[in-house]
């Protein structure tokens, strides 16, 4: 799943971030946004793929945010390249409301979140606190207008029978992943100890045949209020 140390992200002090979006004056708000209390700190801005690749190699970031249209290098193919270095950064992806077949694409390209430009201050500072905790975030608006897609695609069967090979305590996990729960707060929830839930989680992704939280989350999801 990848991340620079994230499971210390928030010993080490506020998690550092690097942003990159083509529009200066949304970076701007953004990082005001995200920097207004002492959690988060914006280490670098980028403005197109290859600003961000570099700012990511020089800089060593613990969450990634990334837009989707840029020139150039655009944000998949930033995505794309970054998920092929060796231990990368966590991803994720900033986006507007109708950019589904994106969200689609990033989400097969490993991107552990997905946040929406517009949302609430919170919200966004929120969203990477999570991140570098390990936790998926996936904007609720985005899940709805993704799911029926993929229910469309026959893809709801294919998630039940998934859920099926998981152990009664693997869907407890798997629920609370889906709820965006970092692999602290799984812990203090079911009782266990953290090591206990990363190794739940890497034997269900495995059993669920997905690359990441999110793609986990996403399974559970498509089968409804079976599984959550």
Do not use: C
């Not at 971030?17 to 280490?43: F, I, M, T």
């Not at 993704?146 to 469309?152: I, T, V, Y």
């Not at 090591?195 to 399974?219: I, P």
């Amino acid at each position: 799943m990848g991340g620079h140390g994230v499971d210390g992200a928030a010993a080490r002090g506020p998690v550092r971030v690097v942003l990159a979006d083509d529009e200066p004056l949304l970076r701007r708000g953004l990082r005001v946004l995200l920097e207004s209390g002492d959690r988060v700190r914006v280490v670098a801005e980028a403005a197109d793929g290859e600003q961000l690749l570099s700012a990511v190699a020089r800089h060593r970031p613990d969450v990634v945010l990334i837009d989707v249209q840029m020139p150039g290098v655009d944000g998949l193919q930033a995505l794309r390249r970054l998920r092929a270095q060796p231990n990368p950064p966590v991803a994720a992806i900033l986006t507007t409301f109708d950019l589904d077949d994106y969200v689609a694409a990033a989400l097969d390209l490993g991107a552990q979140g997905f946040l929406l430009k517009d949302a609430e201050p919170e919200v966004l500072v929120r969203a990477v606190l999570d991140l570098a905790a390990g936790g998926a975030v996936l904007d609720p608006r985005i899940t709805a207008r993704l799911l029926p897609r993929l229910r469309d695609a026959g893809d709801g069967l294919r998630a039940s029978q998934q859920l099926r090979v998981l152990s009664a305590r693997e869907r407890q996990v798997l629920d609370l992943l889906a709820d965006g729960s970092s692999n602290g707060a799984i812990a203090a929830k079911l009782g266990l100890t953290e090591a206990t839930v990363k190794s739940y989680v890497s034997t269900l992704l495995a059993k669920l045949g997905v690359e990441n939280r999110v793609q986990a989350a996403l399974v559970a999801q498509r089968v409804g209020g079976e599984s959550l």
